[in-house]
Protein backbone atom coordinates (compact mmCIF):
# COMPACT_ATOMS: atom_id res chain seq x y z
CA UNK A 1 0.00 0.00 0.00
CA UNK A 2 1.44 3.85 -0.78
CA UNK A 3 1.70 5.74 1.95
CA UNK A 4 -0.13 7.89 -0.03
CA UNK A 5 -3.37 5.94 0.85
CA UNK A 6 -2.51 6.21 4.55
CA UNK A 7 -4.44 8.79 6.13
CA UNK A 8 -2.10 10.63 8.52
CA UNK A 9 -2.77 11.51 12.28
CA UNK A 10 -2.44 14.99 14.04
CA UNK A 11 0.19 14.93 15.52
CA UNK A 12 1.30 18.72 16.64
CA UNK A 13 3.66 17.88 19.44
CA UNK A 14 6.26 14.87 19.20
CA UNK A 15 9.52 14.01 20.83
CA UNK A 16 12.94 14.05 18.76
CA UNK A 17 14.46 10.45 18.03
CA UNK A 18 17.93 10.83 20.51
CA UNK A 19 20.85 8.30 20.26
CA UNK A 20 21.47 6.87 23.53
CA UNK A 21 18.47 9.15 25.03
CA UNK A 22 15.00 7.87 23.44
CA UNK A 23 15.32 3.73 24.30
CA UNK A 24 12.10 2.00 25.36
CA UNK A 25 12.69 2.60 28.95
CA UNK A 26 13.02 6.55 28.41
CA UNK A 27 9.66 6.60 26.07
CA UNK A 28 8.11 4.48 28.54
CA UNK A 29 8.70 7.28 31.43
CA UNK A 30 7.57 9.62 29.20
CA UNK A 31 4.64 8.04 28.55
CA UNK A 32 3.52 8.46 32.30
CA UNK A 33 4.15 12.61 32.00
CA UNK A 34 1.98 12.67 28.03
CA UNK A 35 -0.30 9.76 26.96
CA UNK A 36 -0.89 12.01 23.37
CA UNK A 37 2.80 13.04 22.25
CA UNK A 38 4.14 11.34 19.75
CA UNK A 39 7.13 9.58 20.57
CA UNK A 40 10.20 8.33 18.71
CA UNK A 41 13.02 5.45 18.67
CA UNK A 42 16.31 5.67 18.86
CA UNK A 43 17.45 5.65 14.79
CA UNK A 44 18.45 2.25 14.05
CA UNK A 45 20.46 1.28 10.71
CA UNK A 46 18.40 -0.16 8.20
CA UNK A 47 21.15 -2.98 8.06
CA UNK A 48 21.20 -3.65 11.79
CA UNK A 49 16.95 -4.44 11.42
CA UNK A 50 18.11 -7.16 8.62
CA UNK A 51 20.76 -8.84 10.02
CA UNK A 52 20.32 -8.31 13.98
CA UNK A 53 18.04 -9.23 16.92
CA UNK A 54 14.54 -7.84 15.71
CA UNK A 55 13.24 -8.63 18.59
CA UNK A 56 15.85 -6.80 20.59
CA UNK A 57 15.71 -3.55 18.27
CA UNK A 58 11.71 -3.23 18.09
CA UNK A 59 9.98 -4.80 20.93
CA UNK A 60 8.30 -1.86 22.70
CA UNK A 61 5.27 -1.71 25.75
CA UNK A 62 1.80 -1.29 24.35
CA UNK A 63 1.62 2.16 26.46
CA UNK A 64 4.43 3.95 24.20
CA UNK A 65 1.52 4.48 21.51
CA UNK A 66 1.75 6.53 19.38
CA UNK A 67 5.31 5.15 18.52
CA UNK A 68 7.06 5.73 15.53
CA UNK A 69 10.29 3.88 14.01
CA UNK A 70 13.09 5.51 13.09
CA UNK A 71 15.53 4.23 10.40
CA UNK A 72 18.75 5.30 8.64
CA UNK A 73 19.34 3.98 5.05
CA UNK A 74 19.87 4.76 1.29
CA UNK A 75 18.94 1.39 -0.01
CA UNK A 76 15.31 0.72 -1.13
CA UNK A 77 14.71 -2.93 -0.74
CA UNK A 78 16.86 -2.83 2.96
CA UNK A 79 14.18 0.02 4.21
CA UNK A 80 11.00 -1.32 2.19
CA UNK A 81 12.07 -4.43 4.68
CA UNK A 82 11.99 -2.21 7.67
CA UNK A 83 9.09 -0.97 6.32
CA UNK A 84 7.32 -4.30 6.32
CA UNK A 85 9.02 -4.79 9.93
CA UNK A 86 7.64 -1.85 11.54
CA UNK A 87 3.85 -2.11 10.19
CA UNK A 88 4.27 -5.75 11.58
CA UNK A 89 5.50 -5.04 14.95
CA UNK A 90 2.97 -2.18 15.17
CA UNK A 91 4.65 1.02 14.51
CA UNK A 92 2.29 4.10 13.78
CA UNK A 93 4.73 5.58 11.65
CA UNK A 94 8.21 4.94 10.10
CA UNK A 95 10.47 7.72 9.45
CA UNK A 96 13.67 7.90 7.44
CA UNK A 97 16.70 9.97 8.92
CA UNK A 98 18.09 12.64 6.65
CA UNK A 99 19.20 14.67 9.18
CA UNK A 100 22.11 13.25 11.12
CA UNK A 101 25.25 14.89 10.24
CA UNK A 102 27.57 12.27 12.22
CA UNK A 103 30.76 10.95 10.45
CA UNK A 104 29.53 7.24 11.37
CA UNK A 105 25.96 7.62 9.98
CA UNK A 106 28.10 9.46 6.75
CA UNK A 107 30.20 6.72 6.07
CA UNK A 108 27.19 4.44 5.46
CA UNK A 109 25.97 6.98 2.90
CA UNK A 110 23.06 8.29 5.26
CA UNK A 111 21.79 10.76 7.32
CA UNK A 112 21.89 14.48 5.97
CA UNK A 113 24.40 13.22 3.44
CA UNK A 114 21.21 12.19 2.00
CA UNK A 115 19.89 15.76 1.20
CA UNK A 116 22.70 16.07 -1.40
CA UNK A 117 20.45 13.30 -3.32
CA UNK A 118 16.69 13.97 -3.29
CA UNK A 119 16.56 11.00 -6.12
CA UNK A 120 17.74 8.44 -3.79
CA UNK A 121 15.49 9.17 -0.76
CA UNK A 122 12.59 9.43 -3.49
CA UNK A 123 13.19 5.66 -4.28
CA UNK A 124 13.74 4.82 -0.88
CA UNK A 125 10.39 6.31 0.29
CA UNK A 126 8.30 4.95 -2.70
CA UNK A 127 9.84 1.44 -1.98
CA UNK A 128 8.86 1.54 1.88
CA UNK A 129 5.69 3.05 0.97
CA UNK A 130 4.88 0.29 -1.17
CA UNK A 131 5.18 -2.19 1.17
CA UNK A 132 3.77 -0.68 4.95
CA UNK A 133 0.34 -0.31 5.60
CA UNK A 134 1.44 3.17 7.67
CA UNK A 135 2.97 6.54 6.74
CA UNK A 136 6.44 6.88 5.96
CA UNK A 137 7.87 10.41 7.34
CA UNK A 138 11.09 12.42 6.79
CA UNK A 139 12.97 13.90 9.22
CA UNK A 140 16.07 16.29 7.76
CA UNK A 141 17.49 19.88 7.56
CA UNK A 142 17.13 22.72 6.06
CA UNK A 143 20.21 22.29 4.03
CA UNK A 144 23.75 20.87 4.15
CA UNK A 145 27.54 22.74 3.61
CA UNK A 146 26.99 25.34 0.69
CA UNK A 147 23.62 23.81 -0.19
CA UNK A 148 21.51 25.63 1.47
CA UNK A 149 19.38 27.74 -0.09
CA UNK A 150 15.65 27.60 0.55
CA UNK A 151 15.43 26.68 -3.01
CA UNK A 152 17.39 23.56 -2.21
CA UNK A 153 15.24 22.36 0.59
CA UNK A 154 11.98 22.89 -1.74
CA UNK A 155 13.71 20.79 -4.68
CA UNK A 156 14.08 17.97 -1.84
CA UNK A 157 10.60 18.05 -0.48
CA UNK A 158 8.93 18.41 -3.31
CA UNK A 159 10.91 14.95 -5.25
CA UNK A 160 10.55 13.41 -2.17
CA UNK A 161 6.41 13.78 -1.57
CA UNK A 162 5.83 13.10 -5.30
CA UNK A 163 7.44 9.76 -4.41
CA UNK A 164 4.63 9.58 -1.31
CA UNK A 165 5.74 11.19 1.68
CA UNK A 166 3.27 13.39 2.89
CA UNK A 167 4.95 14.56 6.77
CA UNK A 168 8.36 16.13 7.11
CA UNK A 169 10.06 17.14 10.10
CA UNK A 170 12.24 20.27 9.60
CA UNK A 171 14.93 20.65 11.54
CA UNK A 172 15.51 24.64 11.13
CA UNK A 173 19.28 24.45 10.84
CA UNK A 174 21.71 23.60 8.31
CA UNK A 175 24.34 20.78 8.58
CA UNK A 176 27.84 21.45 8.69
CA UNK A 177 28.78 17.68 7.47
CA UNK A 178 32.91 18.48 7.97
CA UNK A 179 34.39 20.72 10.59
CA UNK A 180 31.49 20.31 13.19
CA UNK A 181 30.28 17.70 15.77
CA UNK A 182 26.88 16.27 15.75
CA UNK A 183 26.58 18.18 19.22
CA UNK A 184 28.09 21.22 17.25
CA UNK A 185 25.56 21.03 14.38
CA UNK A 186 22.43 21.41 17.18
CA UNK A 187 23.68 24.62 18.27
CA UNK A 188 25.77 26.79 15.96
CA UNK A 189 24.52 26.90 12.57
CA UNK A 190 21.41 29.72 12.89
CA UNK A 191 17.61 28.32 13.45
CA UNK A 192 15.97 29.78 10.42
CA UNK A 193 12.15 28.80 11.34
CA UNK A 194 11.01 31.33 8.62
CA UNK A 195 12.50 29.00 5.40
CA UNK A 196 10.02 25.81 7.84
CA UNK A 197 7.21 28.75 7.13
CA UNK A 198 7.76 29.28 3.81
CA UNK A 199 7.78 25.73 3.03
CA UNK A 200 4.21 25.03 4.66
CA UNK A 201 2.88 28.23 2.39
CA UNK A 202 4.41 26.90 -0.55
CA UNK A 203 3.23 22.89 -0.04
CA UNK A 204 -0.08 23.70 2.08
CA UNK A 205 -1.08 20.12 1.29
CA UNK A 206 2.03 18.06 3.03
CA UNK A 207 1.89 18.15 7.03
CA UNK A 208 5.11 20.56 7.81
CA UNK A 209 6.21 19.61 11.50
CA UNK A 210 9.33 21.97 12.89
CA UNK A 211 12.17 21.51 14.79
CA UNK A 212 15.23 23.08 16.62
CA UNK A 213 15.72 25.42 19.77
CA UNK A 214 12.03 24.89 21.63
CA UNK A 215 12.29 24.91 24.96
CA UNK A 216 9.02 26.64 26.62
CA UNK A 217 5.23 25.87 26.18
CA UNK A 218 4.85 29.40 24.92
CA UNK A 219 7.34 28.50 21.97
CA UNK A 220 5.65 25.34 20.79
CA UNK A 221 2.35 27.17 21.19
CA UNK A 222 3.54 30.11 18.78
CA UNK A 223 4.67 27.59 15.97
CA UNK A 224 1.59 26.17 15.45
CA UNK A 225 0.13 29.49 13.91
CA UNK A 226 2.90 29.05 11.11
CA UNK A 227 3.47 24.65 10.53
CA UNK A 228 1.62 21.72 11.66
CA UNK A 229 3.40 20.12 14.58
CA UNK A 230 6.62 20.86 16.42
CA UNK A 231 9.27 18.37 17.40
CA UNK A 232 11.37 18.88 21.17
CA UNK A 233 14.41 17.33 21.69
CA UNK A 234 16.56 17.80 24.50
CA UNK A 235 14.94 20.09 26.44
CA UNK A 236 11.93 17.03 26.80
CA UNK A 237 15.17 15.17 28.03
CA UNK A 238 16.57 17.45 30.41
CA UNK A 239 12.88 19.14 31.80
CA UNK A 240 10.89 15.62 30.88
CA UNK A 241 7.67 18.10 33.27
CA UNK A 242 7.42 20.64 30.32
CA UNK A 243 5.60 18.08 29.10
CA UNK A 244 2.71 17.27 31.81
CA UNK A 245 0.08 20.05 30.26
CA UNK A 246 0.75 18.60 26.79
CA UNK A 247 -2.47 16.33 26.43
CA UNK A 248 -4.53 19.17 27.40
CA UNK A 249 -2.93 22.31 25.56
CA UNK A 250 -2.41 20.06 22.41
CA UNK A 251 -4.73 17.46 22.32
CA UNK A 252 -7.67 18.76 24.33
CA UNK A 253 -7.52 15.46 27.30
CA UNK A 254 -9.22 16.83 30.38
CA UNK A 255 -7.63 14.31 32.51
CA UNK A 256 -5.50 15.84 35.40
CA UNK A 257 -2.18 16.92 34.80
CA UNK A 258 0.41 13.91 36.89
CA UNK A 259 2.46 15.14 39.67
CA UNK A 260 5.83 14.57 39.63
CA UNK A 261 5.30 12.04 42.44
CA UNK A 262 2.98 10.37 41.03
CA UNK A 263 5.21 9.79 37.78
CA UNK A 264 7.82 8.48 39.53
CA UNK A 265 5.09 6.13 41.14
CA UNK A 266 3.55 5.04 37.99
CA UNK A 267 7.02 3.92 37.44
CA UNK A 268 7.33 1.64 40.08
CA UNK A 269 5.29 -2.00 38.56
CA UNK A 270 7.33 -1.38 35.65
CA UNK A 271 11.24 -1.44 37.03
CA UNK A 272 9.71 -3.91 39.39
CA UNK A 273 8.85 -6.00 36.55
CA UNK A 274 12.55 -5.32 34.48
CA UNK A 275 14.51 -5.63 37.47
CA UNK A 276 13.56 -9.22 38.11
CA UNK A 277 13.67 -9.83 34.00
CA UNK A 278 17.62 -8.85 35.39
CA UNK A 279 18.17 -5.44 33.90
CA UNK A 280 20.04 -2.85 35.99
CA UNK A 281 18.27 -0.18 37.41
CA UNK A 282 19.95 2.38 36.36
CA UNK A 283 19.42 1.31 32.48
CA UNK A 284 15.72 2.87 33.49
CA UNK A 285 16.27 5.65 36.05
CA UNK A 286 19.09 7.25 33.75
CA UNK A 287 16.00 8.52 32.16
CA UNK A 288 14.44 9.89 35.55
CA UNK A 289 17.28 11.56 37.00
CA UNK A 290 15.65 15.68 35.43
CA UNK A 291 12.05 14.98 36.45
CA UNK A 292 12.64 17.26 39.62
CA UNK A 293 14.52 19.84 37.92
CA UNK A 294 14.17 23.08 39.13
CA UNK A 295 12.49 21.76 41.66
CA UNK A 296 13.29 21.66 45.88
CA UNK A 297 15.30 18.38 46.46
CA UNK A 298 16.62 18.33 42.25
CA UNK A 299 19.79 17.21 43.65
CA UNK A 300 18.84 15.34 46.31
CA UNK A 301 17.08 13.24 43.74
CA UNK A 302 19.75 12.73 41.31
CA UNK A 303 22.22 11.73 43.46
CA UNK A 304 20.12 9.52 45.36
CA UNK A 305 19.02 7.69 41.96
CA UNK A 306 22.78 7.95 40.59
CA UNK A 307 24.07 6.05 43.76
CA UNK A 308 21.76 3.68 44.68
CA UNK A 309 20.52 2.23 41.47
CA UNK A 310 23.97 0.90 40.17
CA UNK A 311 24.09 -1.38 43.59
CA UNK A 312 23.68 -5.15 43.16
CA UNK A 313 19.78 -5.99 43.57
CA UNK A 314 18.70 -2.33 43.55
CA UNK A 315 14.75 -2.30 42.47
CA UNK A 316 11.42 -0.02 43.48
CA UNK A 317 12.52 0.68 46.41
CA UNK A 318 15.55 3.19 45.55
CA UNK A 319 11.78 5.21 43.87
CA UNK A 320 10.47 4.94 47.02
CA UNK A 321 12.97 6.35 49.63
CA UNK A 322 14.17 8.99 47.33
CA UNK A 323 10.41 10.36 46.85
CA UNK A 324 10.22 10.46 50.68
CA UNK A 325 12.60 12.85 51.18
CA UNK A 326 11.37 15.37 48.24
CA UNK A 327 8.42 17.20 49.34
CA UNK A 328 5.41 16.82 46.97
CA UNK A 329 4.88 19.73 44.05
CA UNK A 330 2.11 21.95 43.80
Known amino acids: MSSLSVRLRPAPLSIAPMMDRTDRHCRYF ?21 YGDRSHLLDYSPEEHPLVLQVGGDD ?23 GCPSARVQSGNFGACLMAYPETVARCVEAMGKVAAIPVTVKHRIGIDDRDRYEDMAHFVQTVAEAGCQRFIVHARKAWLQGLSPKDNRTIPPLRYQDVYRLKQAFPQLTIEINGGFSQPDHIQAQLSHVDGVMVGRAA ?7 ATADGQYYHDPQPVPSRHGVAQAMLPYIETWVRRGLKLSRITRHMLQLFNGQPGSRLWKRQLTEQSSRPGAGPEVITQALAQIPESP
Open 30 to 50: LRQITRHTWLYTEMIPSSALR
Open 237 to 243: YDHPYLL
Open 76 to 98: PQELALCAQLAAHWGYDEINLNV
